[in-house]
């Protein structure tokens, strides 16, 4: 978007339509009492990661920003993980 | 379309290829993140330390209702993108409806949140330590309480910050259509609605992670 190069229109709907299709999933996939609580968490971060992801990269544009964008971008990550490794230790 | 051209003539931040603005919403954005994963990572630990304080999925929070809402959201983060592609287009009269239907979502999902928080506060379940009594959804009101107080003030805490988010978001959206009724925006100087919109897919996007960790997990 903003380096001025041109690409395809992004599929707004199509991901409109992925969004939705993982909420519903995941509001069921939480209602099954036979999956271990641990692969039931994991299984809905995992979901609810990649809808985070559709919504960056298309709905943000991410997908056509520059490169230094993104490393700006990526600076809270490992800040991130830091956080979750003193969370893990707090908690452990 | 260039950078230059966008931002009316605006120069962009030196070897970032960005304008400045847009910049400094993703600046902005970036903070927020390590804002909300404090408020995250704070209920990580305090329900592994005390699981006893908490509920299961359902027994006490409406995931029905909260699954609609997040389905508003969603619905509001594309159409707050077609407002932006509409623009782009030089659509004067489509990034109006688009920011308009943005509105009324983004204010339906408030009130549902408005909603939701009367109905469980009326079933005990508030942030308040003295006062905390959560029985569970259709539970006889004598009944045992459910969870404890961290329940309560967690949970509050993490979803009235967003949902003041969505709040603050609804107004600044307002604004954006004030302006583009005004014929601010078009297709050469969309910078304003871009960053609008960055700032609402990013309250989208958090909210998609509070979902599934306060709700469903």
């Known amino acids: 978007m903003s380096t001025g190069e041109t690409?395809?229109?992004?599929?707004?709907?199509?991901?409109?339509?992925?969004?939705?299709?993982?909420?519903i999933m995941e509001v069921f996939y939480a209602t099954l009492?036979?999956?271990?609580?641990?692969?039931?968490?994991?299984?809905?971060?995992a979901m609810a990661f990649l809808k985070a992801y559709w919504v960056a990269i298309y709905y943000m544009h991410l997908k056509w920003e520059p490169k230094r964008l993104?490393?700006?971008?990526?600076?809270?990550?490992?800040?991130?993980?830091i956080l979750i490794f003193v969370v893990h230790n707090e908690i452990f | 379309m260039t950078t230059q051209a966008m931002t009316a003539g605006r120069a962009p931040m030196p070897g970032m290829k960005v304008y400045n603005l847009k910049?400094?919403?993703?600046?902005?954005?970036?903070?927020?993140?390590?804002?909300?994963?404090?408020?995250?990572?704070?209920?990580?630990?305090?329900?592994?330390?005390?699981?006893?304080?908490?509920?299961?999925?359902?027994q006490v929070l409406n995931i029905n209702l909260t699954a609609f809402n997040t389905f508003l959201l969603i619905c509001s983060s594309v159409t707050m993108v077609k407002a932006y592609a509409a623009i782009q287009q030089g659509d004067q009269q489509g990034l109006k409806n688009w920011l308009l239907a943005t509105i009324v979502i983004g204010a339906s999902f408030v009130g549902v949140q408005v909603y939701e928080y009367i109905a469980l506060a009326g079933e005990g379940f508030v942030p308040i330590a003295e006062a905390y009594h959560a029985v569970g959804r259709h539970m006889p009101h004598d009944g045992p309480a459910i969870g404890g107080q961290l329940y309560g003030s967690t949970f509050y805490t993490m979803t009235g910050f967003h949902g003041t988010h969505v709040s603050i978001g609804v107004l600044c959206l307002c604004f954006t259509y004030w302006r583009a009724a005004k014929g601010a925006y078009?297709?050469?100087?969309?910078?304003?609605?871009?960053?609008?919109?960055?700032?609402?897919?990013?309250?989208?996007?958090v909210w998609i992670i509070l979902f599934t960790i306060v709700y469903l997990i």
């Open chain 1, 33 to 45: 009492s036979s999956i271990p609580k641990i692969w039931l968490a994991i299984g809905l971060m």
């Open chain 1, 7 to 23: 690409h395809k229109p992004p599929p707004y709907m199509l991901v409109w339509v992925g969004l939705f299709v993982l909420t």
């Open chain 1, 70 to 81: 993104w490393l700006l971008v990526s600076v809270p990550i490992p800040l991130i993980m």
């Open chain 2, 186 to 205: 078009t297709a050469d100087s969309l910078g304003g609605v871009e960053i609008m919109g960055l700032y609402w897919h990013f309250v989208d996007l």
């Open chain 2, 23 to 58: 910049l400094g919403m993703w600046i902005f954005l970036l903070s927020e993140v390590m804002f909300f994963t404090g408020l995250i990572g704070s209920y990580v630990i305090l329900r592994f330390a005390h699981p006893e304080q908490f509920a299961e999925p359902g």
